[in-house]
């Protein structure tokens, strides 16, 4: 079964700093992997995702992520961190079953920035 | 940006009592599904629904759950009699084909007491 995770639980920057937020997975074929923001209160938003091609994947608020078969990893950057980035950050490994894609979290990484 | 819907924010249950969870995905979206998260812990995979049927559901998903799209714009979850395990924060979230974007809803925090 496929599994992700994500080994810090807690990160603080200084804003404008830069940041990478750290994602391994196991899975057994080519995954289809996400990274997802929670704010407080605030649903799940897809920041970027990996299909196909391209290892470097662009997002949306300035971030990136990178693809490394042969690490099994799928690390967030962003070359400089704005306080309003502090939130809980999910990466998410997806398989489609065939009648449905289905998602696997990692257990997320509390991001604080501080001014 | 199109946005799931889902309602209440907050709803507070007796253990023992049936809750119904209620979501609108997206208008032309095929794909529905629940998602929970217990405090502090991961976002876990509950049901998906498409073609008026559940085509994948988890092992937390047992006989107490159901879900229902009881009209061309609502999807339901009810939990049949609530356990005190249930509390969680429950996210509805949909998209258009099995490899496109999935959006999620805000969530219903549940709290059972």
């Known amino acids: 079964a496929q599994s992700v995770t994500q080994p810090d639980i807690h990160i603080t920057v200084s804003e404008g700093a830069s940041l990478e937020l750290r994602c391994n997975y196991s899975y057994g074929a080519t995954p289809y992997l996400f990274w997802y923001v929670q704010s407080p209160g605030q649903g799940l938003q897809l920041l970027l995702k990996?299909?196909?091609?391209?290892?470097l994947v662009q997002g949306i608020k300035g971030f990136e992520a990178e693809f490394k078969r042969s690490q099994s990893s799928f690390n967030l950057r962003k070359p400089s961190v704005h306080w309003s980035d502090a939130a809980e950050y999910f990466c998410?490994?997806?398989?489609?079953?065939?009648?449905?894609?289905?998602?696997?979290f990692g257990t997320g990484t509390r991001l604080q920035v501080t001014l | 940006e199109p946005e799931v819907t889902q309602t209440p924010s907050h709803q507070v249950t007796q253990m023992g009592q049936e809750v119904i969870l209620r979501c609108v995905p997206i208008?032309?979206?095929?794909?529905f599904y629940w998602y929970r998260q217990i405090l502090g812990q991961k976002v876990e995979f509950l049901v998906s629904f498409y073609n008026n049927e559940i085509s994948e559901k988890s092992e937390i998903f047992d006989d107490q759950f159901s879900v229902e799209r009881p009209d061309g714009s609502n999807f339901t979850l009810k939990i049949r009699s609530t356990k005190l395990e249930d509390s969680a924060m429950y996210f509805c979230a949909s998209n258009r084909g099995r490899e496109e974007k999935l959006f999620f809803g805000s969530g219903t925090q549940l709290s059972v007491l």
């Open positions: 208008s032309n979206h095929l794909y």
């Open positions: 990996y299909f196909s091609g391209d290892t």
């Open positions: 998410a490994v997806g398989i489609n079953t065939g009648t449905a894609s289905k998602l696997t």
